[in-house]
């Protein structure tokens, strides 16, 4: 239990959830919430004490009532635009705390899906991460523009041979977005303290990279 615990200091579980697909009432637990349908059932989720906001993002909005027909989209993979709810403005609480989240040390964490049925039945959300704001424009509603901190199902621009051992989430959200390696035991201990993990495939034939006695494989 104290090697689990160790791991959850330098081992955020929302990095492993990137890219995973959640139903809405799935999604609360992964912060420590228990599903309230009058809580989150909305498109912007505030949870004050964790300082975090999530966003619930359904792109198609057919069927939505003008109102609610919000224009969020992708502008590109590692960028995209979403509208506040119509009370929104630069002012007030919510707004402002979008505009200086990292400056407050807030969390803003993206969920996306398509379309809210597939099959018939409720769809779930692709977790995408946390955002960060880099501009607005308008009020009531907002229209921003959030950068992503890694990009679902891409190498995310990272460099494995140059990762030092502190870049423990980085390199877990390049293997879990490439789905080619599978997390197998802590092994020992790195001199510099954080421990040592051994990341291989179910047939690793070639070594990747090595940082700090890590040992990562490629798949076959």
């Known amino acids: ?64 009532a003008d109102e609610h027909k919000y224009m969020d989209h992708w502008i590109d993979d590692t960028h995209f635009h979403w509208q506040s709810q119509n009370a929104t403005d630069p002012t007030s609480k919510r707004g402002d705390e ?24 409720a769809a779930p959300f692709t977790y995408h991460g946390r955002v960060r704001y880099q501009s ?16 679902v199902g891409s190498f995310a621009g990272l460099d494995l041979p140059s990762l030092q051992p502190n870049r423990l989430n980085g390199l877990l959200k390049f293997l879990q977005n490439r789905q080619l390696f599978y997390f197998l035991s802590i092994m020992a201990k790195c001199p510099a303290s954080p421990p040592l993990f051994s990341l291989k495939s179910k ?12 040992r990562v494989c490629a798949a076959n």
């Open 1 to 64: 239990m104290r090697t689990l615990a160790r791991l959850r200091n330098i081992i955020d579980p929302l990095d492993l959830a990137l890219g995973e697909s959640f139903m809405r009432e799935d999604i609360p637990a992964l912060f420590g919430e228990a599903y309230n349908p009058g809580n989150w059932n909305v498109g912007h989720v505030v949870l004050a004490r964790k300082k975090a906001h999530i966003l619930l993002v359904t792109l198609n909005k057919q069927g939505r």
């Open 136 to 151: 607005h424009q308008g009020s009531r509603p907002m229209s921003i523009v959030f950068g992503l901190d890694a990009v």
């Open 203 to 214: 047939h690793c034939s070639r070594p990747w990279a090595s940082a700090c006695g890590w």
């Open 98 to 121: 979008i505009i200086r989240h990292a400056a407050l040390g807030i969390d803003i964490h993206l969920f996306v899906r398509d379309a809210k049925l597939a099959a018939g039945k």
